[in-house]
């Protein structure tokens, strides 16, 4: 099992709100990265950091973070926004690398 | 524009050895960390192992420790690792990461396409 918590799933009505959380330890130290995966493509970065957005990433996705919890939020989500999201960051010892189990966001 | 091509890949029995290699491009190879990230079939992404780009800071996963070897040759831009006595549960597509983190958090912003090996006899 993975140090870095996601719910499995996430829908969201096209054009509403959606968070996706990440739980773990680790993020108490380390801020958590996230990734947007469609089927049978490579994963691509969407957020790093505080809340920084690689060039070319809408400025709809954005990142935060409190505690044990780091938060990707979708606000308007679109339909080519469908995708599986994973977290990723530290372990709690700090020296290896861990992902999420993956949240699978369905845009209703 | 940044180019990681893994190769390497293939059916291979259980306990056999494998090696996969990425080759980089369009970006200075020695300046970054590298990493390998796999997927199993239908499952998630399960980082593998990282390499500094100078080679001195070496991580594994448990699940492939003392088994996987990461290594780089920085003169001819490549990202290797060095599979031994492999698992049908190492069966999964085999992703090369480039590391653009200047901090503690990994932070992969280039992927290549993957290679896909099959643990199986």
């Known amino acids: 099992s993975s140090e870095l918590t996601q719910d499995p799933a996430v829908s969201v009505a096209l054009g509403q709100t959606v968070r996706i959380t990440c739980q773990g330890d680790s993020l108490r130290s380390y801020y958590a990265s996230w990734y947007q995966q469609k089927p049978g493509q490579a994963p691509i970065l969407v957020i790093y950091?505080?809340?920084n957005r690689p060039s070319g990433i809408p400025d709809r996705f954005s990142g935060s973070s409190s505690g044990n919890t780091a938060s990707l939020t979708i606000t308007g989500a679109q339909a080519e926004d469908e995708a599986d999201y994973y977290c990723n960051s530290r372990d709690s010892s700090g020296i290896l690398v861990v992902f999420g189990g993956g949240t699978k966001l369905t845009v209703l | 524009e940044v180019q990681l091509v893994e190769s390497g890949g293939g059916l291979i029995p259980p306990g056999r050895s494998l090696r996969l290699s990425c080759s980089a491009s369009g970006f200075t190879f020695d300046d970054y960390a590298m990493h390998w990230v796999r997927q199993a079939p239908g499952k998630g992404l399960e980082w593998v192992a990282s390499?500094?780009?100078?080679?001195?800071?070496?991580r594994y996963a448990d699940s492939v420790e003392g088994r996987f070897t990461i290594s780089r040759d920085n003169a001819k831009n490549s990202l290797f690792v060095q599979m031994n006595s492999l698992r049908p549960e190492d069966t999964a597509l085999y992703y090369c990461?480039?590391?653009?983190?200047?901090?503690?958090?990994?932070?992969?912003?280039?992927w290549g396409q993957g290679t896909l090996v099959t643990v199986s006899s």
């Open positions: 990461g480039k590391d653009a983190s200047t901090v503690a958090t990994p932070m992969i912003d280039s």
């Open positions: 390499i500094s780009w100078n080679s001195n800071n070496i």
């Open positions: 950091g505080k809340n």
